[in-house]
């Protein structure tokens, strides 16, 4: 098609999206995409609109169109709660130290599985660490409550070097800590994934080259295996800005108590509470408008920046 | 390997060593907690409140297991999580696959895609929130329906840029010596198109799958009706246990000492499908994150 001499003007008209010809070719896809796009409109863009009860003063039975608009009001009672600035400062921290565990272990981790010679050892280990992603957080925190309770397994293992125990998930001084480090037990096998995939790509003539020229394993590793990696680390980090506000709401819900709401509140049990359990509606979509707007705008920010950096698109 | 080729120290033996043993203790600490499960499951039930359950079962016994299998609420629970997942699976595979391939078409060849993308990016990127989405839930009558569960999960973008970006992947050829031969979209994509993407099907299947079987908060939102509640609601509802209910009479005590002692059993048996199918695609999952990159 190319080479054919076309000038700007048919070209103009043949990339027209709604001429007679072009529908006539086209119609299937829009059939095809009929259903998805009607799914998206009922379930994400009406619940879009639906923040509106952000700006009012919502009661169920009066519904959308009967409840009374209040403007700012919510907004007003936010901003000057102070669970919920608690409740962010909870969410940055907690999810700004599971995003920077969740890819310096997992890199960590590909660099010393592809030190492992052995495959069939190397495989094994991959199954058994992939394995906890795949539970659910219901599940994983009825058996963390059972294996980090006052005379769990852990605390027998630190009590046998002399530890006191630890009440690691109804102290506030343990909780966040709990939270990330079991979250990032869950998650750091998956994240070795798309590590691994970028190690296995690497021309293994590159090391070859690499030992003539007299490098050492440390060094084989640092300039070769690490470089290849780079543009992995730099994309998951990027999109991983997009996920600043969310730290984990199933994690959170299932494994929190009101012993610990001072450290472990989260923007997303905040605006729970709020809704199911005092019936502020209004107020909670406000909490849930904030976060939906700040986390939009990250989101974008993240894609902007893995596209300049590498080149990511999304569609 | 090349790397062999290199003479190995005593540095490097005593690393690689070490890395050995590192690499398989991290290994078998992601298993722990699932085999303390499965101690506690076959342990009795006095055995499991004093702690002394580890790794292994203490005065093994099948009673809890037997406590389960009089469980009815288990087993229906169990019966929703696995019909949730048939459907669920169905439905979600069909609309993926309807979005995917137009959305994979070039530009060039279908131009109105650039408007398109838009609208499934700003589905992507901002969302109504917990209370608006239960509202258009209990609006459209799903409240207390089977389908509240399948619905509004049913599209999710990750999975369809995964089979976009595998159908994009697939030589143009393909489609344009189709079109020249007289063949529309339809004939194309469900002749053609979709069995070559059987893998990335296999592979988006699973997602799905393990999302439905995990699913725990649809269920105790939407659902009311105990019969409906899904495996990991029920499971919910009794695991995380409430610590502010006062336990006072020893009959009391009891109950909750077989209770406790019996679900580990009900933990292990809703793992037990998971523990079975995932290391078998293994391959499947680890080729589609890859490619999708960004599945959460």
């Not at chain 1, 995409?33 to 009406?46: C, E, G, W």
């Not at chain 1, 700006?55 to 669970?83: E, H, R």
């Not at chain 1, 359990?277 to 107020?283: A, K, N, P, R, S």
């Not at chain 2, 391939?101 to 060849?109: D, H, M, S």
Request: include cysteine; charge should be positive; hydrophobic fraction near 50%.
């Amino acid at each position: 098609m190319s080479t054919l001499p076309i000038d700007k003007k048919t070209l103009k008209r043949s990339n027209r999206i709604f001429s007679k010809r072009r529908l006539k070719m086209d119609y299937p896809l829009y059939i095809l995409l009929a259903l998805p796009m009607l799914f998206l409109f009922v379930f994400n863009y009406i619940p879009m609109a639906g923040v509106s009860i952000a700006f009012m003063k919502y009661l169920p039975a009066k519904g959308i169109f009967g409840s009374k608009w209040i403007g700012m009001k919510n907004f007003n009672v936010l901003f000057t709660m102070p669970g919920f600035w608690n409740a962010l400062q909870n969410t940055v921290t907690i999810s700004i130290w599971k995003i920077v565990l969740n890819i310096l272990v997992p890199v960590c981790f590909t660099i010393l599985l592809n030190e492992m010679g052995r495959q069939r050892i190397k495989k094994t280990v991959q199954t058994f660490i992939y394995l906890p992603h795949f539970v659910s957080w219901v599940l994983l925190a009825g058996i963390f409550a059972k294996l980090l309770s006052g005379n769990g397994l852990v605390n027998q293992m630190l009590g046998v070097i002399g530890i006191e125990p630890i009440i690691f998930m109804g102290d506030n001084k343990w909780f966040q800590f709990t939270l990330i480090i079991t979250n990032l037990w869950k998650e750091f096998g998956y994240a070795t994934i798309v590590y691994l995939a970028a190690v296995s790509g690497v021309n293994q003539d590159l090391y070859e080259a690499a030992a003539i020229d007299g490098a050492g394993h440390w060094k084989q590793m640092l300039h070769v295996t690490l470089p290849s990696i780079t543009p992995t680390i730099i994309l998951m980090s990027c999109l991983a800005v997009g996920n600043v506000l969310n730290a984990g709401f199933d994690q959170v819900y299932n494994m929190y108590s009101s012993a610990v709401y001072e450290t472990g509140d989260i923007l997303d049990t905040l605006v729970y509470r709020i809704a199911f359990g005092t019936g502020q509606y209004g107020l909670s979509g406000a909490a849930s408008l904030f976060k939906s707007i700040v986390s939009g705008v990250l989101i974008m920010v993240s894609y902007k920046a893995a596209y300049k950096l590498s080149g990511y698109h999304v569609f | 390997m090349a790397k062999n080729a290199i003479k190995a120290t005593p540095a490097r033996k005593v690393f690689v060593a070490f890395n050995y043993v590192f690499c398989i203790a991290i290994g078998i600490i992601c298993l722990i907690p699932v085999v303390h499960i499965l101690a506690l499951s076959f342990s009795n039930k006095y055995e499991v409140m004093a702690g002394h359950v580890t790794l292994w079962p203490m005065g093994f016994t099948t009673e809890n297991y037997e406590i389960v299998m009089r469980d009815a609420q288990f087993f229906r629970s169990y019966g929703v999580t696995i019909l949730r997942s048939i459907v669920g699976w169905a439905v979600s595979i069909v609309l993926t696959v309807l979005a995917a391939y137009p959305l994979a078409q070039r530009q060039v060849t279908f131009p109105a895609r650039k408007y398109i993308v838009v609208y499934f990016m700003i589905a992507m990127v901002f969302n109504g929130g917990m209370i608006p989405t239960y509202i258009v839930v209990s609006e459209v009558g799903l409240i207390n329906s089977f389908w509240a569960l399948i619905l509004p999960c049913a599209i999710n973008t990750y999975n369809i840029i995964l089979m976009m970006n595998f159908i994009k992947a697939l030589p143009d050829a393909l489609q344009e010596s189709a079109f020249i031969d007289g063949a529309n979209h339809f004939t194309v994509l469900f002749k053609i198109i979709l069995p070559l993407c059987l893998p990335s099907i296999a592979t988006i299947s699973l997602f799905i799958v393990m999302h439905h079987w995990n699913a725990w908060f649809d269920g105790s939102i939407y659902i009311r009706d105990e019969t409906l509640k899904p495996l990991q609601t029920y499971l919910r509802s009794i695991v995380i246990v409430d610590s502010s209910v006062e336990l006072t009479t020893i009959e009391e005590m009891e109950a909750q000492t077989s209770a406790d002692a019996a679900n580990g059993a009900k933990i292990f048996l809703t793992m037990l499908p998971i523990l079975c199918v995932y290391p078998f695609l293994q391959k499947y999952f680890a080729k589609g994150i890859v490619r999708g990159s960004v599945k959460e």
